[in-house]
T-cell receptor, first 112, second 112 residues
C-alpha cells in the first residue's frame, strides 16, 4: 500500500466549475498536510497547508482534512484554465516532520 | 528575495561516473530536502538536512549521499551512476522543516 494515494487522472472540469481533488494517507500519526501545484516542466509550488481537522480556505482554494478517515481534499472554486496542472498531495511521514511524502499527483485539466 | 538555486540545470553523465549537485537555499532557511522525480515513481524523498545534520533519509542505496554546510548550502552526490538514476533532482528549503517548502528549479540528470 502506498503511503499517500491519489487518483492520477486526468480530471477534466469545465471552466467556472468546482474541481475536487482527493488524497488518502496510510500513517495515522501524520500531523502536517500539504497541497502542491506543479505545472508541466516546472517545480512544485506550495498552495495550501493544513494541520487540524476541518476546512481551511485561501481565496479560491479550500483544503479539507479528516484525520479519522485519513483523507485530505482540495477544492478549487471557479476553476480557470490557469489551474490546469498536476496537484500533489504531501504528508509528513511516520519518521516525523523532517520528511514529507508525496503522492503521485492528480492531473487536472480545465476545459473552456 | 532570491529563491532556491540549483546548479547545474542540466547534466549528462556516463554510467559508472559520479556526480555532485548543488543547492543554495533561500537566505535564512536552515532546512534543505532533496527529492528525485521520475515519471514512473513521482517525487521520492532522498534526505533532509537541518543545521548541517541529516535528520531523515529515504530508501535509496548508499550511492546517494549528501551534506550541508554551515551556510546552509547543500550538495548531493551520486556515485557509480546507473541508467536508472536519470531523473529530475529537486532541492527544497524552509525555515525549520518541511512546512512551506520552496522548491528550486531542479537539476535534470541524464545517465547514458
Amino acid at each position: 500500500q502506498k503511503e499517500v494515494e491519489q487518483n492520477s487522472g486526468p480530471l477534466s472540469v469545465p471552466e467556472g466549475a468546482i474541481a475536487s481533488l482527493n488524497c488518502t494517507y496510510s500513517d495515522r500519526g501524520s500531523q502536517s498536510f500539504f497541497w502542491y501545484r506543479q505545472y508541466s516542466g516546472k517545480s512544485p509550488e506550495l498552495i495550501m497547508s493544513i494541520y487540524s481537522n476541518g476546512d481551511k480556505e485561501d481565496g479560491r482554494f479550500t483544503a479539507q482534512l479528516n484525520k479519522a478517515s485519513q483523507y485530505v481534499s482540495l477544492l478549487i472554486r471557479d476553476s480557470q484554465p490557469s489551474d490546469s496542472a498536476t496537484y500533489l498531495c504531501a504528508v509528513t511521514g511516520p519518521e516525523g516532520a523532517s520528511k514529507i511524502i508525496f503522492g503521485s499527483g492528480t492531473r487536472l485539466s480545465i476545459r473552456p | 528575495k532570491a529563491g532556491v538555486t540549483q546548479t547545474p540545470r542540466y547534466l549528462i553523465k556516463t554510467r559508472g561516473q559520479q556526480v555532485t549537485l548543488s543547492c543554495s537555499p533561500i537566505s535564512g532557511h536552515r532546512s534543505v530536502s532533496w527529492y528525485q522525480q521520475t515519471p514512473g515513481q513521482g517525487l521520492q524523498f532522498l534526505f533532509e538536512y537541518f543545521s548541517e545534520t541529516q535528520r531523515n533519509k529515504g530508501n535509496f542505496p548508499g550511492r546517494f549521499s549528501g551534506r550541508q554546510f554551515s551556510n546552509s548550502r547543500s550538495e548531493m552526490n551520486v556515485s557509480t551512476l546507473e541508467l536508472g538514476d536519470s531523473a529530475l533532482y529537486l532541492c527544497a528549503s524552509s525555515l525549520t522543516g518541511p512546512a512551506g517548502y520552496t522548491f528550486g528549479s531542479g537539476t535534470r540528470l541524464t545517465v547514458v
